[in-house]
């Protein structure tokens, strides 16, 4: 099983927007059996609460359900993981702050994946913005976790499912 984990500060907008969307794409690849994923936070300000209803009624609008419990990062994620995907450069320095000095999870920034956008390091933080931004969220979210799952199943030469597709 491979095990990835999408951090974000809030835990309440772009991770679990990011771990839902993966998890549609998964599944829609036939792959539950051979990846999982989670979602969480460098802050403490939201533990326990649910996504932010903009993030949700976004994801709503894309058939994306999100159903998370907002977590904050912690040392052992460093061995769950395999992966630990940031989504902007403070999430980077947070997550680097207590890595051990033994953790087997590789750190990457989200934005790696963009197929549109080469060269941008950031997802931006919709927090503060419009709806408009939550929904540039999402597409840009879309693209990246795509491309990524595409990555993974190569770079761990995973086996598609015959009747499925990325
Ligand atoms: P996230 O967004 O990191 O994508 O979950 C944020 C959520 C909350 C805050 C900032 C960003 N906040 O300052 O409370």
């Known amino acids: 099983m ?3 984990l999408f951090v974000c500060l809030g835990n309440i907008c772009r991770s679990p927007m990011a771990e839902g969307l993966f998890k549609k794409q998964v599944a829609e690849a036939g792959m539950n059996d051979q990846i999982s994923c989670d ?30 419990k907002a977590r904050q990062f912690n040392k ?5 993981f395999d992966y630990i995907v940031v989504m902007d450069e403070s999430n980077f320095n947070n997550v680097m702050k207590i ?5 087997k999870a590789k750190v990457i920034f989200m934005r790696n994946y963009d197929e549109y956008v080469l060269g941008v390091k950031e997802v931006p933080d919709p927090y503060y913005g419009t709806m408009e931004d939550f929904q540039t969220c999402y597409y840009i979210l879309e693209s990246c976790c795509r491309n990524f799952l595409k990555e993974i199943i190569e770079t761990k030469s995973l086996k598609l499912q015959s009747n499925h597709n990325v």
């Open 2 to 4: 491979i095990n990835i």
């Open 39 to 68: 979602s969480a936070g460098t802050a403490s300000f939201h533990l326990g609460q649910q996504p932010d209803k903009r993030m949700v009624s976004t994801a709503s609008s894309h058939g994306v359900k999100l159903n998370h």
């Open 76 to 80: 052992a994620d460093f061995n769950t």
């Open 99 to 103: 890595k051990p000095l033994k953790g």
